[in-house]
């Protein structure tokens, strides 16, 4: 059991390992193509008193105007005409603080300049300074009659509120009084996060609105072409957090340029009253800095790493005690990281695609192996053996057995011996 345990523990930590890219950040921006009127500044009418004007979401009815009631005060979003470039639509009512005087709706005809070509409308581009004039028509539902109205629209560059100025004449008759109120675009910023695997990816989205400093979250996952350049989402939920009303994002895909990911939303508000087209349109952009193999494309809608595949192991080796010894692998996979193992242990630094011992031992012999590992999983080699053999024994010294001359050193036996000799030759002599 004592050997089972850790085992099952390596196998729950590799199972681990295995899941997935590790979650990574970008930043997100995005606009509302829609924007906002909000209620006009009060203005007196002689003989009628003080005046209330009121913008609200066009319901696709001009005999209504919508006071949505889960909010329960009017919008003031002018929002888009589906299928008519430029087309802003818009609810109005007029009232005493007792009694409605009119209401009706309007369509205002604004510039589809968008000169940097990023999908967002230069005059909903927070970035960007505001100063036009439009005009556009209505229909009141009271005086049964159309009218003309022209407003002025001005914003400093990177306010989101601004002014406008609307003037309305009915047909045949004089041009009211003008009235004037806050223009605002409503902008976003915040971040995503994303992890990603060989089967799905994930992003979890939170943004805040710009002017209100609301919180809207959510999280799907998303697909990617074959190519990395487009992103493409699946129906989900954003949960506003002042009030936890949940908005639904309809399908769609964002393009890739670089580094940021553009294209627009498409989210329904989930108030029946406005189910006739009811979508809100955003704009919004992505940029994920993160590029692990720095080939330009973000990590977000890269290829992900294979899981690693070992093409040749590593074969058994016999080395000399004292002489170097090494290993090594080849694997595809892309991204990898090694481990070397000596006997199931991971040896300390040795993580290069060869393992060299520079000087065996006797100890150096074990069983050696590798695990490869990338974001896509991890496979480990065979093992191979590391057989050292003891260095040889030295080579014999020469002695004087060997025969004169060879020019070896004289040893000192040697001239000892020689001495005695002689030594005793020239007694002899004298004898
Ligand atoms: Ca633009
Ligand atoms: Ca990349």
Redesign the pocket.
Known sequence: MIKIIPSLLYALILSLCICSLKSQNATVVGAAKSFQLQPADTIFVSGIGTVYTYYSTFNGTSGDFLIQPKINAPSGEVRPRQGFPGVFESGYAQATSSTALDYGSFTINLPTVDVDSDGNLDFLQLSRPVALTATGSGYSVVAKATFSISFALNRPANNAVGSYTATTQLTGQNPGPPISGKFVVLGYSGKLSYSRSANSNTMSLSVNSIVENINFSGTTTYTISSNGNTLIFPEFILTRASDSVKFTVKPGSLSRSGSTYKGSLSLADGISETTWVDFEEYWVSFTDTN?????????MT?ELSTTPAITTHPTNQTATVGNSAGFSVTATGGNLTYQWRKDGTDISGATGATYTITSAATTSGASYAVAVTNSAGSVTSSAATLTVNAAPAPAPTPTSSSGGGGGGAVSPWFVGALGLLLLVRRTRKHV
């Open positions: 590029d692990t193999d720095g080939d330009g494309i973000p990590n890269d």
